[in-house]
């Protein structure tokens, strides 16, 4: 199983992108799915998280602008990021639990950055 995020990109202060990843493989079932992110020098972190119900949590500092979505029939989960800040600049990384051959797994991309420019 292998996921590849897209989308990434150079946005200005207050503007908009928003990253896709697709999971594709044969034979798997995702659960949750994720989207972490990295700024240079600090920890990785939780951005926000989908679960297969749909239901959703966000870090506090994306609530009200960034927006997580699936669609388990391609299986593939979006992220829209809306009124961006410079403090948002980071590599985001795409993860989900997958359940393949009876074993659940954790996988991640490769990561897409993001740069906000002030």
């Known amino acids: 199983v292998q996921l590849v995020e897209s989308g990434g990109g150079l946005v200005q202060d207050g503007g908009s992108l928003r990253l896709s990843c697709a999971a594709s493989?044969?034979?798997?079932?995702?659960?949750?799915m994720g989207w972490f992110r990295q700024a240079p020098g600090k920890q990785r972190e939780l951005v926000a998280r989908i679960f297969s119900d749909g239901s959703t949590n966000y870090a506090d500092s994306v609530k009200g602008r960034f927006t997580i979505s699936r669609d388990n029939a391609k299986s593939t989960m979006s992220l829209q990021m809306n009124s961006l800040k410079p403090e948002d600049t980071a590599v985001y990384y795409c993860?989900?639990?997958?359940?393949?051959?009876?074993?659940?797994?954790?996988?991640w991309g490769q990561g897409t950055q993001v740069t906000v420019s002030s």
């Open positions: 993860n989900a639990f997958v359940g393949l051959g009876g074993v659940l797994r954790n996988y």
């Open positions: 493989g044969r034979g798997f079932s995702i659960g949750a």
